[in-house]
Every structure is written in structure tokens, then in C-alpha cells.
């Protein structure tokens, strides 16, 4: 203790007296941060375990009976993929089509008159509206750019746009089309003559129906020069490529389509043209990579859920939930589950499709026997995961229960929070009670000053009067 004779003059250290003391007192305090922070450690292991679990559930519904499994999927593959591509949903049918490919779909595309410059005012600015009608163009002949002796058959779907004093201009009649949306894409192209600016237009749908006929309301006789295009009638317009559908056949049946994406020739299949003149076989299958590469994500997800439990629980192991009884039981039932057999089909066990037990509780996959199983019988190894008591069809059901709102994770950390909350509540009791001790002894050892000073001065006076 900072504290020297009384003859000396010297005074008590009350700092480093309370300081060193106080130590002493906290170290209550100090055991309860340490439960705390172990707390905290554990709700930490425990979030890393719940995001395995959650690894496991969607493994697990990736073998499941809905139809974004990998069980209901199907791949379709082109014979050339410059001719065609294609892809399967799980409504497709397995089989092999020849396909031959006459023609693609395109979209029309016109051009204006050339203009000196591409931002000078067109016409006196009067508001004009400006009418796109979507149709077809039958009979007749094309020659450079115009039609002679055709019909145009509107499709019923029209779009206005307004051309005024703001936007009479190459450039401002361009962003006015492309702005309003209306299904035809603007632009303006220089094509180095004396008048280069020429606007191009081109409908946004492939196909004949979507040609255009482009009229006004003759108000601003400028726009109506520039842009009045009718293919029956004036066209002061000039197409330069003419809409075209798709056109091809499927095993010999022929089919015309507006756009060389096609949903609905094959069922369950999307096709993509690409080539005209050309001919390529498409195969539709199961897609057996697909699911052995969902089955190798599921053994994985397992293992590693598995060993992260095993060594979580494990007593001395240093982890934060070593001795967790909690975990201890989610480990036993995930053993269950892969031990207990299914039904619903010929296969009952996951060993017979290549999916073993190792010594030490996690899982193996044999890849060849998997692939063999599902050559033999596709369905039986679908039934084995995702019939009512299958394997995918199970842990999904039992990953779901554990991370539901009043599953075993949810407990468990609603436990843990509640023992953090006590020791906040005792914190707090603690402290106060630290505070008060502190302020006693500082008062003490304060007050002790003054008695040791007080006997300085006595000493001080009786050295003086012996003398």
C-alpha cells in the first residue's frame, strides 16, 4: 500500500490504492464478460451450423418432386448448333426430331429521305400526329424499296406520336419514336451523299404481321412528306428489308412462326433458329448430369453438416458448443433418416444408387452406379428421393423443422439469448454496486489523507516545542 510514516510528510497514493482494489472487485465482473463472450461464441457456431442446414435444404429440394427439380429435368441437344438450339423444361417428352429450316423471321425495316442536316427545324412546327399501324403487306411487287399493287390488312394495334415546334427535327422525331415505345426502334444513319441524314426505322417483332403503314393527320405537310408510308398507297418511305416468318418443319410438319424463338412447336421445348436452307436433328433426354450433379451437391451438403455437428459437440473438441446436446440429437436423426428406407418403388436404400455409409457417419458416392441406376430405371431412382418417403423428400422436411421460427436452432438461440439478457441485467447490478464500492473507498482513502496530514502538523509542533 502507497503510504509512508507520518514523519516523513508523505500521503497515501488514493489512485493507485482504489485502482489496485478495484481490481480485486471486478474480477466478478470480469467472469461474467467471459460467460458473456462464450455465449456469444456460441451463437455464432450455432449461425454457421444453421447455414449448413440450410445447404442441406436446398440440396435436398433439388431432389424433390417439384417440377424445378433436377429429377423433372430434361436437356435437349442440337445436332448443329449453327442451324439450331434448343432447351427442355420438365413438361418435354424424351424423343428425337429432324428439323429443316427454310427461312428465318426478320423485321421490316425503313428508311427516309436523306436530309442536309440532321438537327435543322423540318416543316413551320405545327403539332402533327403521327399514326403507326401494324399489319401485313399481301400480294404485289417490291422494286427498289416501294410496292407496286399491294394491300396492306391492319392488325388492329396502332401507336401515336406528336411532332411539334419542340421536336420537329431529324433528331427529335427519332427520340420521339423511340421514347413513346411504341414497338419501333429510330435511328439515324449518314450515308455521305450531299443530303446524309437519313432516318431508319425498324419494327421491334419479327414477322409479317408487324410491317408498318405510317400515316398523319396532314397538319405539318413537311412531316407528312418525310414520313406518310403506306405499301398500298404513297411511299415516301423506302423498305429495305421486307418482315419474313419463320419458317421450318418438325419431323416432316411444316410451321410458320412470327419470331425464330419458338415455345410451342415441341412441348416442354424452346427452340432457336439460326440458319436457313439447313437441316439438324434434336434429341430431348433426361438429364441424368444434372441429377448426378444434384445427388454429389446432397452427399457434400450431408458430409459437411455431419462433421461440422461431429465436431461441434464433441467434448474437449475447444469449440463453443462442445457438449451441446442439441446438436448431439440433430446429428442422430440426420443418421436416421439416411438409414431408414423408402418406398414408393423398386429402390429403397441409398446404397442402391451409389450412395454408401463411411466409418465415420458421413456418406460416399459411386458415381458409375448411380449413372447405371438411372439408365435402368430413371423412375425408381426419382422415387428413391423424392417419392413422400424419400430421401429428399425427408431431409427437406426435417431441414425445414429444424429452421423453422420454433425449431431446434430457434430454441436453442432463444436460450442462449436469454442467459446473455440475465447477464446484461446482472452487468448492469454489478456495476452499480462497483461504483459505489469505488466512491467509498476513494472517500476512505481521502479521508485518511487529511488525518495523516493533520498528524504532520501535530508531529511538525511537538519536534518544535522539544526543541
Sequence with gaps: MAV?????????????????????????????????????????????????????????QALNSSSSSTLAAFKATSSDTSVLSASASSTAVAGTYSLAVTSLAQSQKLVAAGQVSSTAAIGDGTSTVVTFDFGTISGGTLTNGVYTGATFNSGGTTANITINSGNNTLQGIRDAINTANIGVTATIVNDGSGTPYRL???????????????????????????????????????????????????????ITKTSNTVTDAIEGVTLTLSKESATANLTVERDTTAVSTAVASFVTAYNEL???????????????????????????????IAATAASGGTMSNLFEVGVS?????????????????????????????NSTTGFATRFDTWSTSALAFDGAFANRTNSI???????????TAMEARLDSIEKRYRTMYSSL?????????????LTQQLK
Design 4 to 60: 509512508t510514516s507520518a514523519t516523513s510528510g508523505a500521503s497515501v497514493d488514493v489512485d493507485s490504492i482504489v485502482k489496485g482494489l478495484m481490481s480485486l472487485e471486478r474480477i466478478p465482473l470480469d467472469k461474467l464478460n467471459s460467460k458473456e463472450t462464450s455465449y456469444q461464441a456460441k451463437l455464432t457456431a450455432l449461425g454457421t451450423l444453421k447455414g449448413k442446414v440450410a445447404a442441406l435444404q436446398t440440396a435436398a
Design 449 to 461: 489523507n487529511v488525518t495523516l496530514a493533520s498528524m504532520n502538523q501535530t508531529s511538525a509542533y
Design 200 to 254: 431508319a426505322l425498324s419494327s421491334n417483332n419479327s414477322g409479317v404481321s408487324n410491317s408498318i403503314k405510317i400515316s398523319t393527320d396532314g397538319a405539318n405537310a413537311a412531316i407528312t412528306g418525310l414520313l406518310a408510308h403506306d405499301p398500298a398507297g404513297t411511299q415516301n418511305l423506302a423498305e429495305t428489308v421486307t418482315a419474313k416468318n419463320a419458317v421450318f418443319s418438325v419431323n416432316g410438319i411444316g
Design 417 to 427: 439469448n436469454q442467459s446473455i439478457k440475465a447477464i446484461a441485467t446482472q452487468r
Design 357 to 385: 455409409s463411411k466409418a465415420d457417419g458421413t456418406l460416399q458416392l459411386d458415381s458409375g452406379k448411380l449413372s447405371t441406376a438411372m439408365s435402368t430405371s430413371f423412375s425408381d431412382v426419382a422415387k428413391l428421393f
Design 306 to 336: 455431419y462433421t461440422a455437428m461431429k465436431n461441434s459437440f464433441a467434448y474437449k473438441s475447444g469449440s463453443a458448443l462442445a457438449g451441446d446436446t442439441t446438436l448431439r440429437s440433430l446429428q442422430s436423426q440426420m443418421r436416421e
